[in-house]
């Protein structure tokens, strides 16, 4: 199964500069573990040290944010494509 | 002279060169300006800044531009109103109105953010401004960009007022207007941030842009007769404002110009777009981010970017929130400019209902300072007040005409 993940500029290191990397998982969880299964450290820039996603950052599964679904339970399939974005300011 | 000293995580700590940056690569956390007080001290005194032009670079010390300011040099120094009329309505001793309404040139306290934000994202060495905007941003990043000759891209919701959007037109940025609410658009921009390099106001240059609300707060307590009031309302859209008011009466009172700061600070927001004043009334640690449904566009943020720090300025205060109805922001409008003829619109209906609703619950008592904020100009939403205000008596042209309309 491979499922579409937006990386953030701040995260591009990690995946040597790529934008949209492939990985696998079911839910939110187990596609962060898979993450940071091919680009160790991943986990802990986005989770704090609870193993829950960061409150400065969102998480979008197509174009819904996982806190409008089931958070981090939120499941996912193949076809979807999810994104990682930092929080940004009013206007 | 520069009195930068670097950008320091808000949330870890961590510090960064003074660049184009704007979250912390190890925890998210939003990045801000740090300054050397020390330097400031020795140069900066009340009497220099009294002596120096009415605009918003009278504070130029503690904002975060290394040369000369280059943006909005007739931007800010806007009126502080002692409000009577409605003060009297209200029944309060004191109350101002601090009105960014008729802030130069494009009628919003935006002027003040974008000034900085173009200074600095020249120094940097930017050629195209860009913004994520739900009105108010993007009329001002479109005449500043226009005076100083940048190219713009301005991105905004589609359902925005006319207002607004001709507001922006008129100084011929690229337009775009994204199918979505401020959130999308928001999204949508921090992915086109991360692969074009722009300078995108409020986000890779937001810790320079956001610094720029300061000169809000600095400009009430100087006008004030350097003091703070007792309490002070504010708008919460994205969080930011309360924030760097509140910061720089506490930078005023750490530089010596001030006494104590004992301000209450008081969240203000729309009903149908409240995750910040919602977390505090209901004492939740958490920020639940909602989708917007209301008159105020311009605070129509579901998902605040800085909430937590919002929320945290209420509690450090000991201020409280409120939010109020469209119907009730429609009629603090009304109530605004009735008694002291100032058109505000939506976010200023906002502050005034709240407020108003704050002194009947015994929140805010009656005799003491009060400033509401006044953040925006009320012909830029005229939409939300249109078929509100009655209409006027049409007549023919003869005194007959009038004198059967009006029964004196």
Not at chain 2, 11 to 22: D, F, I, S, T
Not at chain 2, 115 to 125: D, F, I, N, T
Not at chain 2, 181 to 197: F, H, P, Q, T, W
Request: charged share 25%.
């Amino acid at each position: 199964m491979s499922i579409k993940v937006r990386i953030p500029q701040p995260l591009q290191k990690l995946t040597g500069g790529a934008e949209l990397v492939e990985v696998s998982g079911s839910d939110v969880k187990s596609l962060i573990a898979d993450l940071d299964k091919n680009f160790p450290g991943f986990k802990d820039r986005i989770c704090d040290e609870t193993g829950k996603v960061r409150r400065f950052i969102n998480i979008y599964i197509n174009d819904e944010d996982i806190r409008f679904l089931e958070g981090d339970t939120t499941k996912i399939n193949d076809s979807d494509e999810v994104s990682i974005i930092p929080a940004i300011a009013g206007g | 002279m520069s009195y930068i000293k670097g950008l320091k995580c808000r949330e870890c700590g961590r510090e960064y060169p003074k660049e184009a940056l704007y979250v912390c690569e190890y925890c998210f956390g939003s990045l801000e300006v740090t300054y050397d007080y020390e330097k400031i001290r020795k140069h900066l005194t009340k009497e220099k800044i009294e002596n120096r032009k009415k605009n918003m670079w009278r504070y130029r010390e503690l904002l975060p531009i290394e040369g000369e300011p280059t943006d909005g040099l007739n931007s800010g120094f806007t009126p502080l109103i002692k409000a009577d009329n409605l003060a009297k309505v209200l029944g309060v001793k004191e109350l101002y109105v601090k009105d960014d309404s008729v802030c130069p040139p494009t009628l919003s306290f935006k002027d003040r953010v974008v000034a900085v934000a173009l200074s600095r994202a020249k120094e940097l060495g930017f050629k195209t401004v860009a913004c994520a905007s739900t009105g108010n941003l993007a009329n001002a990043v479109a005449s500043h960009a226009a005076v100083a000759g940048l190219e713009s891209y301005i991105f905004i919701p589609a359902d925005l007022e006319l207002g607004k959007v001709i507001g922006t037109l008129i100084y011929a940025p690229n337009l775009m207007m994204v199918e979505g609410n401020y959130d999308e658009v928001n999204r949508l921009c921090s992915e086109i941030a991360g692969k074009y390099k722009w300078a995108f106001v409020n986000i890779n240059i937001r810790p320079y842009y956001a610094e720029g609300s300061k000169t809000y707060g600095f400009e009430i307590a100087e006008q004030l007769g350097w003091r703070t009031p007792d309490h002070l309302v504010a708008p919460c859209a994205g969080g930011s404002l309360i924030t760097k008011i509140w910061k720089s009466f506490k930078e005023f009172h750490k530089l010596g110009f001030i006494p104590e700061v004992k301000t209450k600070m008081y969240a203000a927001q729309a009903e149908g777009c409240a995750p910040i004043v919602n977390a505090i009334k209901e004492r939740s640690e958490i920020i639940k981010p909602v989708k917007p449904r209301t008159i105020a566009k311009s605070l129509a943020i579901g998902n605040p970017a800085d909430g937590y720090y919002a929320m945290g300025v209420v509690k450090e205060s000991g201020g409280w929130a409120e939010s109020v109805t469209d119907d009730e922001i429609v009629e603090g409008i009304k109530l605004l400019a009735s008694t002291q003829g100032i058109f505000t619109e939506t976010a200023g209906g906002v502050t005034v209902a709240v407020t108003k609703k704050l002194i009947e619950q015994g929140v805010i008592p009656k005799n003491e300072s009060i400033v509401i904020s006044i953040t925006g100009n009320g012909l830029k939403t005229q939409e939300a007040v249109q078929n509100k205000i009655g209409k006027p008596a049409k007549i023919k042209p003869t005194l007959k005409s009038f004198e059967e309309e009006v029964k004196v």
